[in-house]
C-alpha cells in the first residue's frame, strides 16, 4: 500500500491542499517557532501553515537545542536585520503548574514598555503536545529565561484543521495569531490572521464534505 502524495508546501495530503488558501500577512513582531520533531511530519501540521503565512518567520525544528544556538534564536538579529538591532524575546507559554518532581519554573516578568514597540519583540512558540511542549521547556533553559505573554480572551478552540482534546486548547495556529492580534492591537475579529484561519477552516469543511459525497453510479 503506497502513502498518499503530500503537497510539498503544506505537508497535507495533496487531495486536500490548502495552500490556495495561504495569503502573505505583515507582522512587525518576529515569530520564531520551536517545532518537537514528531509535529514536523504529522499531516495536521498547523505551524507549517502559520510557516506559510508570515513572511521573514522561522522554524526550527528540534527538542533539545545546543545552548549557543538557542542564544542565537532567540536574541541575535535576523539577516533581514541590523546588526545592532534591538530584539526583545518573549514566550508564549501558560503559567507553568507546579509539579513536584520538576524544578520550579519563574520566568522574569514582561516589561510593560516592551509591549509599545512591537517591532522589537521576537515571539516564540513551541510546537508541540502540552507533555512534549513542558518537556521542551524544561531541556531548554534559554526558554524558562524569557519573559511569557498570556492570552487575554481565549476564545474556544475551533480550528477545524486539528480538534482540540480539552475546552480552552488551541491550535499553534489559532494561539500565534491571537498572541500577534494581541501584541498589534489587532480587532479581535477581523484581523488577518483570524482571516486567514476562516479561509482553512472553511477549506477543510468543503473537503470533508466531498469526500462524504455518494459515488456516482455508472
Known amino acids: 500500500m503506497t502513502s498518499r502524495p503530500l503537497c510539498p508546501h503544506c505537508l497535507r495530503p495533496a487531495s486536500a491542499?490548502?495552500?490556495?488558501?495561504?495569503?502573505?500577512?505583515?507582522?512587525?513582531?518576529?515569530?520564531?517557532v520551536l517545532q518537537h520533531p514528531m509535529e514536523a511530519g504529522h499531516a495536521k501540521n498547523t505551524a507549517r501553515l502559520l510557516h506559510l503565512c508570515l513572511p521573514g518567520n522561522r522554524l526550527e525544528v528540534g527538542e533539545v537545542f545546543?545552548?549557543?544556538?538557542?542564544?542565537?534564536?532567540?536574541?541575535?538579529?535576523?539577516?533581514?536585520?541590523?546588526?545592532n538591532a534591538q530584539v526583545r524575546a518573549i514566550l508564549?507559554?501558560?503559567?507553568?503548574?507546579?509539579?513536584?518532581?520538576?524544578?520550579?519554573?519563574?520566568?522574569?516578568?514582561?516589561?510593560?514598555?516592551?509591549?509599545?514597540q512591537p517591532e522589537t519583540l521576537r515571539l516564540v512558540v513551541i510546537d508541540g503536545t502540552w507533555r512534549k511542549s513542558r518537556k521542551m521547556l524544561y531541556q531548554n533553559p534559554g526558554l524558562q529565561q524569557l519573559p511569557r505573554l498570556s492570552l487575554l480572551d481565549v476564545p474556544a478552540g475551533r480550528y477545524a484543521i486539528r480538534k482540540a482534546h480539552a475546552p480552552g486548547q488551541?491550535?499553534?495556529?489559532?494561539?500565534?495569531?491571537?498572541?500577534?492580534?494581541?501584541?498589534?492591537g489587532w480587532q479581535a475579529d477581523s484581523h488577518p490572521m483570524q482571516q486567514l484561519m476562516c479561509s482553512f477552516e472553511q477549506a477543510m469543511q468543503l473537503h470533508q464534505r466531498l469526500q462524504h459525497l455518494p459515488a456516482h453510479a455508472d
Open 17 to 32: 491542499c490548502l495552500c490556495s488558501c495561504v495569503q502573505p500577512v505583515h507582522s512587525r513582531v518576529q515569530l520564531l
Open 66 to 83: 545546543d545552548a549557543d544556538t538557542l542564544q542565537a534564536l532567540l536574541h541575535a538579529p535576523w539577516p533581514e536585520q541590523a546588526s
Open 92 to 116: 508564549l507559554y501558560p503559567p507553568t503548574p507546579p509539579d513536584p518532581q520538576l524544578p520550579v519554573v519563574q520566568p522574569p516578568e514582561l516589561p510593560a514598555h516592551w509591549l509599545t
Open 170 to 184: 488551541l491550535s499553534s495556529f489559532e494561539a500565534a495569531a491571537l498572541a500577534l492580534a494581541q501584541l498589534h
